[in-house]
């Protein structure tokens, strides 16, 4: 079907040979001159109304955010917010950076294709325990597989709200809500076994009432290179009220909360009562202070490569959230996957030098004469 | 003619313009061998789906374009990776047209048929015509094998194929036998009867054999051992035709004339890959190709995984919602964005191309189709997504539609899908399908500086000011007023910081609205700004070389040449039949309602139960004749015709019928 020659007629005018890629972003970034990175918490807000329910924990996580990012020295046009769907993922539209409100369960997705493609820029995922373990489950463990450059945000309400209170896959077991009258079924996920599972090279965990703790694993997941998960607690007062209180409460709080800091052996409690020890399969279990030499107490190493010890502070606590382990589980140094991509771009055009004439005419071409 | 020129008759394959075989050549012993001067030529290959003959297929076809004739390509393979060996469901074919002229399809039925064991002589004998020439490997016509597909004696033996030119050839003996010094044991042996039997052919044929011969050393560098087996077997099945008594003629088909230029062979998903990498070059944009296996659309991620040197990342995503998902936030980021799949997949990619509807990015996404509903008919081929690819998302979500035509015309047809894509920053499908994806014809190689220019502006400044009169903002949704496309501003863009997402936004400011006066605008105007993409497509082509047809077909995609070549047979036959062929199926050319109702007549062959018809009724009340077919191949092109010619003689009583045309050469 060849007989009439090759006719590109596609009613645009031929231009000039583009032989750089990626040129037109950098110009249009270079446009606006040097970078602002000198910012205050009020440059990261929006002209939108904040619209989520009076007293939510929401609101105690953004401003947190708002406060902390000037102190990470990166322009807001350089910071991309990429969400899915419930509550939680309203985010972007609070701030000033570049955002999108996408769909749910993808964020994760759509922010690999991002982060990828653009390295020079911070990426964050925005998401719930929805959005992020239900639907866009598989989204979730393979992001974190790959170890995209990215911080996701996943605040754990264990209940869905924007629905208006179905349970949730971290709800615990017997919970009542609409669409369970007798009481879920469900096993319900831990986000922190779940990542961990999925070898992911940071994972933390933080309470949305509490500034200081939620502000320092925010910072070092924001310096990870690859993906950073937190898993933040966040209060439903709507629809699942309460639900963190045995952690909050200033009596019970440190009863059941296991700080976790590199390098201090893991103690806890009123008095440093509690501690945790390994036990006779290799696991962990929880032990009173004073009934155990010093050197038997586990001193924390975030920076294990092997994920079990990680793991196995997960599985400390439960459903009832009894010795939950807060702050940063596990932060190993693996090349990030948009880096490698890069590299092997990189080492493809050294190899061989793009040549559009050359790759179109392949081995077997023939020519005919006139 | 029968005897000295076997199996091929004027009135199945064209006309052999040396009307008595010239005696050229004579082989050794005195053997004296004639050659036989053809038009064209259709050969088929069956055999196992371990026995090569896609390889072997595609080796005939390189060698057939080198020659310098014009070809066309059906390749026909089972889903199943390797069936149970000898069975009916493991038979692969390939099925090759070539000639001295331009050509349209693959051909109707071959002329000559090649079986390399009993289930693919079974499964492909119905299509062989009468006097079709048939040549058998006779070693694996063995009682075991034939068993296996339910003959009771050996259809080679017992003259029930006395109808057509029967040459029993002990391919796999005179493979092992040629391998006997090779080194390689009976079974590794075997394996090079591919060879064999296309080095025969390329005799029979008078193909060059250089390129195979480079070709197998190129392909098994690294074992050595193997591309001298592969390449002495070649020789040896050469070697075999210019002695043997058992072909007493070889065939020579002309190189067609063809326009002056640089040429080579490429199939339909080789040529969408160059296109992409082509558009990601023209538009200076990196390419970000998000895909999950699926066939017949693989081999476009495969292609694209080699050009990494182009700024071409590919991303084997976990799945196809998040190979569409990774390529819009590529898009984000100011990427030529890229999805490839086929028909289950744009089903999983739906929400997110709404998403990519509602956020205005610029976004590719490839449709090879392939036999459906649901897993379908992988391998085979259909043009059953249009009304999805049309209308399968939720609300008033309008996508830019563009369909090739052809194997080659898959690289323009992706520039033009991504030109649309980049100038009105919306999501565009290419609909191809699974007979362009792995079909292949001679294609003439573009220069470069004559590719249009699709370079885009990004945003680099505020372009408004808010409501209460602040200066200096920058509006995501403030639009092109003549294409209506919003600014594109990538991340990194100081000032410009903005969100957008599924929500539905606000004129201009973008940010969410729930008020219906403007949730009516924004639907319009969505709307709008893809059927304003008609102003920019050239008016509709109609080929009506007599200038008096009553009866327009019309059709679209890879449908193309089967239809073309249905129409040369009409007119051939003295009627008049006019062909329009869409690219853009959504918008449609604006000329096409007034070109549809010059005509008395309007017939519209689909392989999908009418969609395009469908489409065409609603639009323009045009009372389309519609004719289906949904076999998974594509249309032959002699049935199309006489579907044609009822349609025209009962318009117009006139013309002698269909068979006396002049000759069936002109196909």
């Given at each position: 079907?060849?007989?009439?020659?090759?006719?590109?007629?596609?009613?645009?005018?031929?231009?000039?040979?583009?032989?750089?890629?990626?040129?037109?972003?950098?110009?249009?970034?270079?446009?606006?001159?040097?970078?602002?990175?000198?910012?205050?918490?009020?440059?990261?807000?929006?002209?939108?109304?904040?619209?989520?329910?009076p007293g939510?924990?929401?609101?105690?996580?953004?401003?947190?955010?708002?406060?902390?990012?000037?102190?990470?020295?990166?322009?807001?046009?350089?910071?991309?917010?990429?969400?899915?769907?419930?509550?939680?993922?309203r985010?972007?539209?609070?701030?000033?950076?570049?955002?999108?409100?996408?769909?749910?369960?993808?964020?994760?997705?759509?922010?690999?294709?991002?982060?990828?493609?653009?390295?020079?820029?911070s990426?964050?995922?925005?998401?719930?325990?929805?959005?992020?373990?239900?639907?866009?489950?598989?989204?979730?463990?393979?992001?974190?597989?790959?170890?995209?450059?990215?911080?996701?945000?996943?605040?754990?309400?264990?209940i869905?709200?924007?629905?208006?209170?179905?349970?949730?896959?971290?709800?615990?077991?017997?919970?009542?809500?609409?669409?369970?009258?007798?009481?879920?079924?469900?096993?319900?996920?831990?986000?922190?076994s779940?990542?961990?599972?999925?070898?992911?090279?940071?994972?933390?965990?933080?309470?949305?009432?509490?500034?200081?703790?939620?502000?320092?694993?925010?910072?070092?997941?924001?310096?990870?290179?690859?993906?950073?998960?937190?898993?933040?607690?966040?209060?439903?007062?709507?629809?699942?009220?309460?639900?963190?209180?045995?952690?909050?409460?200033?009596?019970?709080?440190?009863?059941?909360?296991?700080?976790?800091?590199?390098?201090?052996?893991?103690?806890?409690?009123?008095?440093?009562?509690?501690?945790?020890?390994?036990?006779?399969?290799?696991?962990?279990?929880?032990?009173?202070?004073?009934?155990?030499?010093?050197?038997?107490?586990?001193?924390?190493?975030?920076?294990?490569?092997?994920?079990?010890?990680?793991?196995?502070?997960?599985?400390?606590?439960?459903?009832?959230?009894?010795?939950?382990?807060?702050?940063?589980?596990?932060?190993?140094?693996?090349?990030?996957?948009?880096?490698?991509?890069?590299?092997?771009?990189?080492?493809?055009?050294?190899?061989?030098?793009?040549?559009?004439?050359?790759?179109?005419?392949?081995?077997?071409?023939?020519?005919?004469?006139? | 003619?029968t005897?000295?020129?076997?199996?091929?008759?004027?009135?199945?394959?064209?006309?052999?313009?040396?009307?008595?075989?010239?005696?050229?050549?004579?082989?050794?012993?005195?053997?004296?061998?004639?050659?036989?001067?053809?038009?064209?030529?259709?050969?088929?290959?069956?055999?196992?789906?371990g026995?090569?003959?896609?390889?072997?297929?595609?080796?005939?076809?390189?060698?057939?374009?080198?020659?310098?004739?014009?070809?066309?390509?059906?390749?026909?393979?089972?889903?199943?990776?390797?069936?149970?060996?000898?069975?009916l469901?493991?038979?692969?074919?390939?099925?090759?047209?070539?000639?001295?002229?331009?050509?349209?399809?693959?051909?109707?039925?071959?002329?000559?048929?090649?079986?390399?064991?009993?289930?693919?002589?079974?499964?492909?004998?119905?299509?062989?015509?009468?006097?079709?020439?048939?040549?058998?490997?006779?070693?694996?016509?063995?009682?075991?094998?034939?068993?296996?597909?339910?003959?009771?004696?050996?259809?080679?033996?017992?003259?029930?194929?006395?109808?057509?030119?029967?040459?029993?050839?002990?391919?796999?003996?005179?493979?092992?036998?040629?391998?006997?010094?090779?080194?390689?044991?009976?079974?590794?042996?075997?394996?090079?009867k591919?060879?064999?039997?296309?080095?025969?052919?390329?005799?029979?044929?008078?193909?060059p054999?250089?390129?195979?011969?480079?070709?197998?050393?190129?392909?098994?560098?690294?074992?050595?051992?193997?591309?001298?087996?592969?390449?002495?077997?070649?020789r040896?099945?050469?070697?075999?035709?210019?002695?043997?008594?058992?072909?007493?003629?070889?065939?020579?088909?002309?190189?067609?004339?063809?326009?002056p230029?640089?040429?080579?062979h490429?199939?339909?998903?080789?040529?969408?890959?160059?296109?992409?990498?082509?558009a990601?070059?023209?538009?200076?944009?990196p390419?970000?190709?998000?895909?999950?296996?699926?066939?017949?659309?693989?081999?476009?991620?495969?292609?694209l995984?080699?050009?990494?040197?182009?700024?071409?990342?590919?991303?084997?995503?976990?799945?196809?919602?998040?190979?569409?998902?990774?390529?819009?936030?590529?898009?984000?980021?100011?990427?030529?964005?890229?999805?490839?799949?086929?028909?289950?997949?744009?089903?999983?990619?739906?929400?997110?191309?709404?998403?990519?509807?509602?956020?205005?990015?610029?976004?590719?996404?490839?449709?090879?189709?392939?036999?459906?509903?649901?897993?379908?008919?992988?391998?085979?081929?259909?043009?059953?997504?249009?009304?999805?690819?049309?209308?399968?998302?939720?609300?008033?979500?309008?996508?830019?539609?563009?369909?090739?035509?052809?194997?080659?015309?898959?690289?323009?047809?992706?520039?033009?899908?991504?030109?649309?894509?980049?100038?009105?920053?919306?999501?565009?499908?290419?609909?191809?399908?699974?007979?362009?994806?792995?079909?292949?014809?001679?294609?003439?190689?573009?220069?470069?500086?004559?590719?249009?220019?699709?370079?885009?502006?990004?945003?680099?400044?505020?372009?408004?000011?808010?409501?209460?009169g602040?200066?200096?903002?920058?509006?995501?949704?403030?639009?092109d007023?003549?294409t209506?496309?919003?600014?594109?501003?990538?991340?990194?863009?100081?000032?410009?910081?903005?969100?957008?997402?599924?929500?539905?936004?606000?004129?201009?400011?973008?940010?969410?609205?729930?008020?219906?006066?403007?949730?009516?605008?924004?639907?319009?105007?969505?709307?709008?700004?893809?059927?304003?993409?008609?102003?920019?497509i050239?008016?509709?082509?109609?080929d009506?070389?007599?200038?008096?047809?009553?009866?327009?077909?019309?059709?679209?995609?890879?449908?193309?040449?089967?239809?073309?070549?249905?129409?040369?047979?009409?007119?051939?036959?003295?009627?008049?039949?006019?062909?329009?062929?869409?690219?853009?199926?959504?918008?449609?050319p604006?000329?096409?309602?007034?070109?549809?109702?010059?005509?008395?007549?309007?017939?519209?062959?689909?392989?999908?139960?009418?969609?395009?018809?469908?489409?065409?009724?609603?639009?323009?009340?045009?009372?389309?004749?519609?004719?289906?077919?949904?076999?998974?191949?594509?249309?032959?092109?002699?049935?199309?015709?006489?579907?044609?010619?009822?349609?025209?003689?009962?318009?117009?009583?006139?013309?002698?019928?269909?068979?006396?045309?002049?000759?069936?050469?002109?196909?």
């Amino acid at each position: 079907m060849t007989a009439t020659p090759h006719v590109h007629d596609l009613g645009m005018p031929a231009g000039p040979d583009v032989t750089t890629v990626a040129g037109a972003i950098d110009a249009s970034i270079a446009a606006n001159g040097p970078k602002q990175t000198e910012l205050k918490a009020k440059d990261l807000k929006t002209d939108q109304e904040v619209r989520w329910c009076p007293g939510c924990g929401d609101y105690v996580i953004l401003n947190a955010v708002q406060s902390f990012l000037p102190s990470l020295g990166i322009a807001r046009e350089d910071m991309v917010i990429v969400s899915g769907i419930g509550c939680s993922s309203r985010f972007p539209y609070y701030m000033n950076t570049y955002g999108m409100h996408s769909i749910h369960g993808r964020a994760p997705a759509i922010a690999t294709g991002l982060a990828a493609s653009r390295p020079d820029l911070s990426v964050w995922v925005v998401t719930g325990d929805g959005d992020a373990l239900s639907i866009g489950g598989n989204h979730l463990i393979h992001t974190l597989r790959r170890n995209v450059n990215l911080t996701i945000l996943l605040f754990n309400n264990r209940i869905y709200g924007l629905t208006k209170g179905q349970y949730s896959p971290t709800s615990e077991v017997g919970k009542v809500t609409k669409s369970t009258p007798m009481g879920s079924l469900d096993h319900p996920f831990n986000p922190v076994s779940l990542a961990l599972g999925a070898d992911a090279t940071f994972v933390g965990r933080a309470m949305d009432s509490d500034r200081k703790g939620l502000t320092d694993v925010l910072r070092q997941a924001a310096e990870h290179q690859g993906t950073s998960l937190v898993e933040i607690y966040q209060n439903c007062n709507i629809f699942n009220d309460g639900a963190f209180e045995l952690l909050k409460d200033p009596t019970t709080g440190p009863m059941w909360t296991i700080p976790l800091v590199h390098g201090e052996p893991l103690v806890f409690g009123p008095g440093g009562a509690s501690c945790v020890v390994r036990d006779d399969f290799g696991g962990l279990r929880i032990a009173e202070t004073n009934q155990v030499d010093a050197a038997q107490i586990v001193v924390h190493d975030a920076h294990r490569e092997d994920p079990s010890y990680a793991f196995a502070l997960s599985r400390l606590s439960s459903q009832d959230l009894r010795y939950t382990p807060m702050g940063v589980f596990r932060k190993v140094s693996k090349p990030s996957y948009d880096r490698m991509m890069t590299d092997q771009l990189e080492d493809a055009a050294a190899q061989e030098p793009a040549d559009l004439d050359a790759l179109l005419a392949g081995n077997d071409s023939w020519t005919v004469s006139a | 003619m029968t005897g000295t020129n076997p199996g091929i008759s004027p009135a199945e394959s064209g006309v052999a313009t040396g009307m008595d075989p010239a005696t050229r050549s004579s082989a050794p012993g005195g053997l004296v061998k004639s050659v036989v001067a053809l038009d064209r030529v259709v050969i088929r290959l069956a055999g196992d789906s371990g026995d090569g003959m896609q390889l072997t297929g595609g080796r005939f076809t390189s060698e057939t374009a080198t020659f310098g004739n014009d070809l066309s390509t059906l390749p026909n393979f089972p889903a199943e990776i390797r069936a149970p060996t000898g069975t009916l469901p493991g038979v692969s074919s390939f099925q090759l047209h070539f000639a001295d002229h331009d050509i349209m399809t693959p051909g109707d039925a071959p002329d000559v048929l090649v079986v390399m064991n009993p289930a693919a002589l079974k499964a492909n004998l119905v299509d062989l015509p009468g006097g079709g020439l048939l040549i058998a490997d006779s070693d694996e016509f063995t009682p075991r094998n034939l068993a296996k597909v339910g003959y009771a004696s050996n259809p080679l033996e017992d003259g029930s194929l006395d109808k057509w030119q029967l040459v029993s050839v002990p391919l796999t003996s005179m493979t092992t036998d040629a391998l006997a010094d090779s080194g390689l044991g009976k079974k590794e042996a075997e394996r090079s009867k591919n060879m064999f039997t296309l080095g025969l052919l390329s005799w029979m044929y008078h193909r060059p054999t250089e390129g195979t011969i480079r070709f197998l050393e190129r392909q098994f560098r690294r074992k050595p051992q193997i591309a001298a087996a592969n390449i002495a077997a070649f020789r040896a099945g050469f070697n075999y035709g210019e002695t043997t008594e058992a072909f007493a003629v070889s065939y020579e088909v002309k190189p067609a004339p063809m326009a002056p230029g640089k040429y080579r062979h490429i199939s339909g998903n080789q040529a969408l890959a160059y296109g992409i990498v082509a558009a990601g070059q023209r538009s200076g944009l990196p390419v970000f190709l998000g895909a999950y296996p699926i066939t017949p659309a693989s081999d476009i991620l495969h292609e694209l995984s080699k050009h990494k040197s182009f700024g071409v990342r590919t991303f084997q995503a976990e799945d196809e919602i998040a190979g569409i998902g990774a390529a819009l936030g590529a898009s984000f980021g100011g990427a030529l964005g890229v999805t490839t799949t086929s028909g289950p997949g744009v089903a999983l990619k739906a929400e997110t191309i709404g998403l990519a509807v509602m956020t205005e990015l610029p976004l590719l996404i490839v449709d090879v189709q392939r036999g459906g509903p649901s897993t379908g008919l992988p391998t085979k081929t259909e043009q059953s997504d249009l009304l999805q690819a049309l209308f399968g998302r939720n609300g008033e979500a309008p996508v830019p539609v563009i369909a090739p035509r052809s194997p080659g015309d898959c690289f323009d047809a992706t520039l033009e899908a991504t030109r649309i894509a980049l100038t009105y920053r919306t999501p565009v499908i290419l609909l191809s399908d699974g007979y362009l994806a792995n079909g292949a014809e001679p294609w003439s190689i573009p220069a470069v500086d004559e590719l249009p220019d699709l370079r885009v502006e990004f945003a680099t400044a505020p372009n408004g000011s808010a409501e209460d009169g602040t200066e200096g903002q920058f509006l995501p949704y403030l639009r092109d007023p003549e294409t209506l496309a919003r600014p594109w501003a990538v991340p990194g863009t100081a000032g410009l910081q903005h969100r957008i997402g599924g929500l539905e936004k606000a004129d201009k400011t973008g940010n969410i609205s729930y008020d219906p006066a403007n949730h009516d605008f924004m639907t319009r105007t969505r709307q709008a700004k893809i059927d304003g993409i008609a102003a920019s497509i050239p008016p509709t082509e109609v080929d009506d070389p007599d200038g008096d047809a009553s009866v327009a077909v019309i059709g679209w995609g890879s449908t193309y040449g089967p239809i073309g070549a249905a129409c040369r047979r009409i007119r051939a036959s003295g009627r008049s039949v006019a062909q329009v062929h869409l690219r853009h199926l959504n918008p449609l050319p604006a000329d096409l309602g007034e070109i549809l109702a010059r005509y008395d007549r309007v017939v519209c062959p689909e392989m999908n139960l009418g969609q395009l018809a469908l489409l065409l009724r609603a639009k323009y009340l045009v009372d389309v004749h519609s004719h289906t077919q949904v076999r998974g191949l594509p249309f032959r092109a002699a049935e199309l015709a006489a579907v044609l010619q009822d349609v025209i003689d009962s318009t117009t009583p006139t013309a002698a019928p269909l068979e006396a045309a002049p000759n069936g050469a002109v196909l």
